[in-house]
């Protein structure tokens, strides 16, 4: 069985898809965080009206949880069109894409999530659409074979990935706007948990909010999972109303600790810490300790441990930090002068 993690960013089921799209904000005026790309899509936006055409295809990419969807939407609704939504899994050959672009209005909005995964054929079909709004469909094979070119309405192409490393030079450089989101503030992050709170109705004290949001991973849908889950403790044990003890309670019933770290989180730490003695260690002899897998370790806890300072990346391996040691009540090693390896090491990061 999957191991079920309450600060996974990833959306997890159909119910939390659903309170994802009650709490998301309709319009730009009320969405929270990202500054720098809300005035980008404020410009792009007002010039677009003005000139009574689509705004430009936006390329949005960053961890999970950000609100890339939620870019989608909201400039589909300024905009005043329609949102149709697919991602680069399902799209496997041109004519799946072939339906959803000749149904296009003008001024529609085509929100392709995990666009890194389009296969090269769908991605090639692409290109035409985004540059000239066409596509070139074939039909029969051999010398029976003719290209057909086909109109289609403008459009707006958004594009969202986790991993942008993996989107190939050619389609990134169709997007005219391109941004990578950043995780949120602890500020962004209150105000996100207080809209929320009004939204669900949730009696919330300051300090409880400010409680959920230290250990929310800088990431609003981790914040709103938290809130739902508190929400439910306080329902049962103080009538509805959230303090900071209520929040603190639930937090430890679900192992999350004032960090944001769980016990897959601490298992890591520890395992680098007590097994590797500090490290440097590998991810698959970590992988193996901890019987998990490589690529969780690396796309779901690792990130975050290395964001806020925990573990450090060497050629040799990962390295706990001595902040790793107090957060754990560990006592650190005993320093040591480093060996010339380690020194090109430590050398190389800067």
């Not at 010039?47 to 960053?62: D, M, S, T």
């Amino acid at each position: 069985m999957a191991r079920e993690r309450i600060i996974d960013p990833v959306a997890s089921d159909l119910e939390e898809s659903r309170y994802d799209l009650a709490l998301r904000p309709a319009s730009l005026d009320e969405c929270i965080g990202q500054d720098r790309l809300r005035e980008k899509i404020h410009i792009a936006l007002t010039a677009a009206k003005q000139r009574e055409e689509p705004i430009e295809h936006v390329l949005v990419h960053g961890p999970p949880g950000l609100g890339k969807t939620t870019i989608a939407h909201v400039i589909a609704h300024e905009m005043q069109a329609h949102l149709k939504t697919s991602s680069g899994p399902a799209l496997v050959r041109p004519a799946d894409l072939m339906g959803i672009l000749t149904n296009l209005q003008s001024g529609d909005v085509l929100f392709i999530d995990e666009i890194h995964r389009l296969p090269p054929i769908v991605e090639e079909f692409i290109y035409p659409a985004m540059e000239d709004f066409r596509v070139d469909f074939t039909v029969n094979s051999g010398m029976h074979a003719k290209t057909i070119n086909i109109p289609l309405q403008p459009f707006t192409l958004i594009g969202a990935t986790t991993r942008a490393g993996l989107i190939t030079a050619p389609l990134r450089a169709r997007f005219g706007i391109q941004h990578h989101l950043d995780f949120w503030s602890p500020e962004h992050l209150q105000q996100c948990l207080r809209r929320s709170a009004g939204l669900l109705k949730v009696a919330c004290d300051e300090e409880a909010i400010e409680a959920l949001s230290l250990c929310s991973r800088g990431t609003p849908r981790i914040a709103n999972r938290l809130l739902r889950r508190v929400r439910d403790y306080a329902q049962v044990h103080n009538r509805g109303q959230v303090t900071k003890e209520i929040a603190q309670a639930a937090l430890k019933i679900e192992e999350i600790d004032a960090l944001g770290l769980d016990r897959l989180d601490r298992a890591f730490l520890r395992a680098l810490i007590e097994t590797y003695r500090g490290g440097p260690a590998g991810i698959e002899a970590i992988a193996a300790t901890l019987g998990d897998e490589r690529d969780t370790l690396e796309d779901v806890v690792e990130p975050y441990l290395l964001q806020i300072g925990l573990v450090t990346r060497t050629r040799q391996g990962r390295c706990a930090t001595p902040e790793a040691y107090a957060h754990l009540n560990l006592e650190p090693p005993a320093r040591r002068e480093p060996t010339p390896d380690e020194q090109g090491d430590c050398a190389s990061l800067f």
